[in-house]
Nanobody, 128 residues
Framework: QVQPVESGGGLVQAGGSLRLSCAAS????????MGWFRRAPGKEREFVGAIGWNNGRTYYADSMKGRFTISRDNAKNTTDLQMNSLKPEDTAVYYC?????????????????????WGQGTQVTVSS
């Protein structure tokens, strides 16, 4: 079992930045990677980005490229999501997820079913 826990959510004005963190505990030696998803009010869960745990390679949804950056700290078993130039439409609950096995193809990182463990989510609200 791996338990991811998100932190860093809050209220920010449009154009501002916010940094989310996810700390994993438990059987962290078995992690293949960590991903970020979000769910806006009235919408389905959406892939934000992910990072491979061994090689640090990152993957992003096309709409997030250039504004969002994912990093990791293997020693601390954490991953961060740096969000810049935030827009009101970025308002959502952001979730961190852990996969034990890296997907075979890059598109696999964007699928919810790839991930074995999910955090409770942290609210991000962007005001206009």
């Amino acid at each position: 079992q791996v338990q991811p826990v998100e932190s860093g959510g809050g209220l920010v004005q449009a154009g501002g930045s916010l940094r989310l963190s996810c700390a994993a505990s438990g059987r962290t030696f078995s992690m293949g990677g960590m991903g970020w998803f979000r769910r806006a009010p009235g919408k389905e869960r959406e892939f934000v980005g992910a990072i491979g745990w061994n090689n640090g390679r990152t993957y992003y949804a096309d709409s997030m490229k250039g504004r969002f950056t994912i990093s990791r700290d293997n020693a601390k078993n954490t991953t961060d999501l740096q969000m810049n130039s935030l827009k009101p439409e970025d308002t959502a609950v952001y979730y961190c997820a852990v996969t034990q096995v890296s997907p075979s193809f890059p598109t696999g990182w964007g699928r919810s079913g790839t991930y074995n463990y999910w955090g409770q989510g942290t609210q991000v609200t962007v005001s206009s």
